[in-house]
């Protein structure tokens, strides 16, 4: 469930295989999100006919937003903490809310796989 500030919104994942999630209002769908190409963190969110791709920035840990009137970058604000700023221009608040949920999402993913890394290491012999 995502509040922002005025409603509550879903997000359902709809498509386990191929991945796809959507932003719903009720019943109503906002945007839907695809992951693309494998295991690079390139997802596809489309609404009302427009294109928007979210994908980490090379060599840095920000990902950034882009699409039609739209170029935000998530980026931590300090290593040990998993706050996030969020800078650039957008047209729809909950396009970047939805774009936000995904940065948690890797992150979380990433936690756990440092997790598990680590673990393995204090293991090994």
């Known amino acids: 469930m995502i509040n922002d500030g005025f409603r ?3 997000i359902e994942v709809v498509g386990k295989i191929k991945r796809r999630w959507e932003l719903r209002d009720g019943e109503t769908v906002l ?9 690079k963190r390139i997802v596809k969110i ?5 294109v928007y791709t979210l994908f980490r920035q090379p060599g840095s840990d920000a990902m950034i937003l882009e699409g039609p009137s739209t170029s935000a970058c998530y980026q931590r604000v300090h290593f040990m903490t998993r706050r996030q700023k969020i800078t650039g221009q957008w047209a729809d608040d909950r ?4 774009g936000f949920w ?10 756990v796989i440092g997790e598990v890394i ?7 012999p």
Not at 31 to 39: D, E, I, Q, R, W
Not at 102 to 111: E, K, N, T
């Open 118 to 124: 680590s673990v393995m290491v204090e293991m090994a």
């Open 8 to 10: 509550d919104f879903s």
């Open 102 to 111: 995904f940065v948690a999402y890797y992150d979380q993913i990433d936690s």
């Open 95 to 98: 396009l970047v809310i939805f």
């Open 31 to 39: 945007f839907s999100a695809s992951k693309k190409f494998g295991l």
């Open 46 to 50: 489309e609404a009302d006919g427009q």
